[in-house]
T-cell receptor, first 108, second 122 residues
Framework: GQSLEQPSEVTAVEGAIVQINCTYQ??????LSWYQQHDGGAPTFLSYNALDGLEETGRFSSFLSRSDSYGYLLLQELQMKDSASYFCAAESSYKLIFGSGTRLLVRP | GAGVSQSPSNKVTEKGKDVELRCDPISGHTALYWYRQSLGQGLEFLIYFQGNSAPDKSGLPSDRFSAERTGGSVSTLTIQRTQQEDSAVYLC????????????????????FGEGSRLTVL
């Protein structure tokens, strides 16, 4: 089957750095995406990794290791508005399979 | 419109009734997805349309669920004889497949989601 594992909840302090891990098991894997979803809102695209290594987009970075079937999202200089759920999503045969999401709570 | 539009935003129905959920994707997007999200849970893939190709229905949970996409644009998700376990938010997303080289984005393209249709089955 196809599955993605990520922690259910992470808490961090404003201004800190937090890493959200994702391990995946999918067939026909092309790449790993990350989406953010605020309560009651629609998921929005954050980043994508097709190749091994680190991709940086402002305060957010995403990493992929294909050999380890592992990736992570790194959020730096945390702000209160970063409190949301974060989903990793594996691209498999032209569709996205989502993990169960990590709820990030940023405290003052 | 500028974004993905879904209707109704909220639907309350009685067990056993049929419901139809509508999705109007972003103009020009060839791919359209339906996902289901239960409270506090992840996104469960339901069905995927790409252009004129046969849809990928592998995520539909039972034969009570069906979807169609007319004219390569608007899509309707139909749930027949609704059950209480069907209660969830149904999310639609559209995308334009990445065609650039080198590929810096997902094959699927960035998915743009609608606000969802919240279905409650009493």
């Amino acid at each position: 089957g196809q599955s993605l594992e990520q922690p259910s909840e992470v808490t961090a302090v404003e201004g800190a750095i937090v890493q959200i891990n994702c391990t995946y098991q999918t067939s026909g894997f092309y790449g790993l995406s990350w989406y953010q979803q605020h309560d009651g809102g629609a998921p929005t695209f954050l980043s994508y990794n097709a190749l091994d290594g680190l991709e940086e987009t402002g305060r957010f970075s995403s990493f992929l290791s294909r050999s380890d079937s592992y990736g992570y999202l790194l959020l730096q200089e945390l702000q209160m508005k970063d409190s949301a759920s974060y989903f990793c999503a594996a691209e498999s045969s032209y569709k996205l399979i989502f993990g169960s999401g990590t709820r990030l709570l940023v405290r003052p | 419109g500028a974004g993905v539009s879904q209707s109704p935003s909220n639907k309350v129905t009685e067990k056993g009734k049929d419901v139809e959920l509508r999705c109007d994707p972003i103009s020009g997007h060839t791919a359209l997805y339906w996902y289901r999200q239960s409270l506090g849970q992840g996104l469960e893939f339901l069905i995927y349309f790409q252009g004129n190709s046969a849809p990928d229905k592998s995520g539909l949970p039972s034969d009570r669920f069906s979807a169609e996409r007319t004219g390569g644009s608007v899509s309707t998700l139909t749930i027949q004889r609704t059950q209480q376990e069907d209660s969830a938010v149904y999310l639609c997303a559209s995308s334009q497949m990445w065609t650039g080289s080198p590929r810096i984005g997902p094959n699927t393209g960035e998915l743009f989601f609608g606000e969802g249709s919240r279905l409650t089955v009493l």
